[in-house]
């Protein structure tokens, strides 16, 4: 069932890749929440496979979310092992925030995180107009601890209670770190699969290998103490 991908193409623009201070970025991702930790990674191939996404990643925020995109088999490769924008501002910016973040593409980009969640649809790439117009649209339905814009329109249109709250920084000046959590790099949910079952066969294997060592040891030790009592 495609009917979610289509959706979300047509709500958050496609998925793309964007490069900031020498490292690549995942935005554009489909937030949904998720159950349980302990089976994170079941839920997440299931719905992924339902909903023909075939990129992932978990975020632990104050609630359990995972993030979903569907890219072309072109950009697959190059998507896999990108950190993905929002956890990773989330984790940078705080519980609560609101960020139009202008690039020099002439595109823009919506993220936002309120009571420490990704807000779903808020994780989104498009024309600078048309993000611009998402960016009015929600601003006001949330209090927000921080509103990121460098554009000066959006800054001067705050609704009340923003005042002092407007951070001119741009995703340059942010994102400075020499590197990010693992946990915010895209994967395969699909593959990822195939590593816990291999890893598992891999300990399976160990343990009868140790198992079958262990009875010979046991037989070795058995032959000794019989020819030694046959000696004595």
């Known amino acids: 069932m495609a009917k979610n991908r289509e959706n979300h193409k047509n709500d958050q623009s496609v998925t ?13 991702m489909l937030w949904q929440p998720l159950l349980s930790a302990a089976g994170s990674g079941k839920e997440i191939a299931a719905f992924a496979k339902e909903q023909d996404m075939n990129i992932a990643v978990e975020y632990s925020g104050l609630a359990l979310q995972a993030g979903y995109a569907h890219v072309t088999e072109e950009k697959l490769k190059e998507s896999i092992g990108a950190w993905c924008l929002v956890p990773v501002l989330a ?33 989104a790439i498009g024309p600078r107009d048309e993000i611009h117009a998402m960016v009015a649209s929600v601003i006001s339905m949330e209090e927000w601890d921080k ?48 590593r816990v079952f291999i890893l598992g066969a891999v300990i399976v294997a160990m343990l009868v290998a140790a ?22």
């Open 16 to 28: 793309r890749i964007i490069e900031v201070n020498g490292k690549k970025f995942l935005v554009g």
């Open 91 to 123: 984790t940078a910016l705080g519980e609560s925030w609101l960020g139009a973040f202008d690039l020099d593409t002439g595109l823009s980009i919506m993220a936002a995180v309120h009571d420490g969640k990704i807000i779903p649809g808020c994780d």
């Open 147 to 194: 509103f990121y814009t460098t554009d000066e329109a959006l800054a001067s249109s705050i609704p009340p209670g923003l005042e002092g709250r407007v951070v001119a920084k741009t995703l340059k000046e942010i994102l400075v770190a020499k590197r990010y959590s693992k946990e915010h790099k895209a994967y395969s949910p699909f593959q990822t699969n195939t």
């Open 211 to 232: 198992w079958f060592g262990y009875q010979w040891y046991q037989k070795e030790i058995t032959q000794k103490q019989a020819q030694a009592a046959e000696q004595a």
